[in-house]
């Protein structure tokens, strides 16, 4: 067999027509940026999610930083956000000259530790990201209180969860404004960059509009120093179709995910994905860990599977994060899962025989058949 890490054929070979036909109305339309494409999108995603604005820009770093600067992110501030997060969540904050503050995740679920948040509030701090990796919804309850009672803003990064919860409450609804990321391999993907923001408050939705598109509200008046981060028709008419199939294709994700959890279930050298009592999971991601991470993952490309590692450096230890004058120890929950993670292959469409067959494989290499 070969199992690709993500084959795209199976979920999108069955919309084919009705995304050519999306590519035709832009076409059509002669009109490719800021049109009735990018609006119709905005309207069906914010509907989706269950929230006032929804606003497409260019890619998920560009929906972070854009957030970070609506809320008045700016140099000295501080930013929490857990240290086992993508880059991009630290790299929108260096963007804004504010410092990324890193608070280690839950050993169980890899999400951020609320209980840790506090401990890290400085006069300095002005806002919390939680990242809801791997496709599971954060404690927002805990994490939105404490904002409140220091008077601190939420910003989601929701790259991971489209359609997550938490005690029945969609993510990226919870924070004053949340950013999300409709690159191809995300839930819900583009064909080529794209992302997106969302929130109630209308101010901050006006001023991410502007911040997106030159500082402009009224074409040639600048207001702000803004940006072209903008989110082009084509893409956002792609989204409008792939958009119907979401709820669909996270059935199938989370069908996978039990297959997988029945499959893997007893094997002493791995640990499963925990999901929290009051959180949903719609699993970008399936990840389990084994300190035999490495060997498995050779074992594995040589029976034909494909499988990922979700992230195989910590933020603090990057070199690009240097300067942070961290070392290796100081996020050992962060850098711990980072050895032993190992993602495995969760695209709509995986059949339950090529789930049975990675997980005999997995079985086979610790000598369990
Ligand atoms: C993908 C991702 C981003 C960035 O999105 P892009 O569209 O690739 O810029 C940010 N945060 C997380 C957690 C992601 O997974």
């Not at 035709?24 to 006032?52: C, M, P, R």
């Not at 109630?200 to 074409?219: H, P, V």
């Not at 029976?303 to 120890?329: C, D, R, V």
Request: hydrophobic share 40%.
């Amino acid at each position: 067999m070969n199992i690709p890490f993500l084959n795209f054929e199976p979920f999108h070979a069955p919309i084919k027509k009705e995304m050519v036909q999306a590519f035709l109305s832009v076409y059509d339309s002669n009109w490719y940026i800021t049109g009735q494409h990018l609006k119709n999108f905005e309207n069906e995603y914010a509907h989706f999610n269950q929230i006032k604005f929804a606003i497409g820009v260019s890619n998920g770093l560009d929906a972070l930083y854009i957030s970070l600067k609506a809320i008045g992110i700016s140099d000295g501030d501080e930013v929490i956000m857990p240290s086992n997060t993508f880059i991009a969540t630290v790299l929108a904050v260096s963007y804004t000259g504010a410092v990324p503050i890193f608070v280690e995740p839950n050993e169980n679920t890899y999400l951020i530790n609320p209980d840790l948040i506090k401990k890290v509030i400085t006069s300095k701090t002005k806002a919390i990201i939680p990242v809801h990796l791997y496709g599971q919804a954060c404690e927002m309850d805990k994490i939105m209180r404490i904002a409140e009672e220091f008077g601190l803003k939420v910003i989601e990064d929701n790259a991971q969860a489209h359609g997550a919860a938490f005690k029945g409450k969609l993510t990226g609804t919870f924070g004053h404004i949340n950013a999300t990321s409709f690159y191809p391999g995300k839930n819900l993907g583009a064909l080529g960059d794209a992302g997106g923001i969302t929130t109630d408050d209308a101010k901050l939705a006006e001023k991410a509009m502007m911040l997106r598109n030159y500082g402009s509200k009224e074409k040639y008046k600048h207001e702000i120093i803004g940006h072209n981060m903008r989110l082009d028709e084509l893409q956002a008419s792609f989204l409008s179709v792939k958009l119907l199939h979401l709820e669909d294709w996270t059935n199938m994700r989370q069908e996978i995910a039990s297959w997988y959890n029945e499959e893997l279930a007893y094997i002493p050298e791995i640990i499963l994905p925990h999901v929290h009592d009051d959180a949903t999971h719609v699993y970008h991601l399936y990840v389990i860990r084994t300190k035999y991470r490495d060997d498995l993952q050779k074992y594995l490309i040589g029976k034909g599977i494909g499988t990922l590692i979700h992230y195989p450096i910590p933020p603090h230890l990057q070199k690009a994060y240097e300067h942070l004058g961290f070392s290796k120890g100081d996020f050992p929950i962060a850098e711990e899962i980072a050895e032993t993670c190992l993602s495995l292959p969760i695209w709509p469409g995986i059949t339950s025989n090529e789930i049975t067959y990675i997980a005999y494989s997995i079985k086979e290499y610790f000598g369990h058949v």
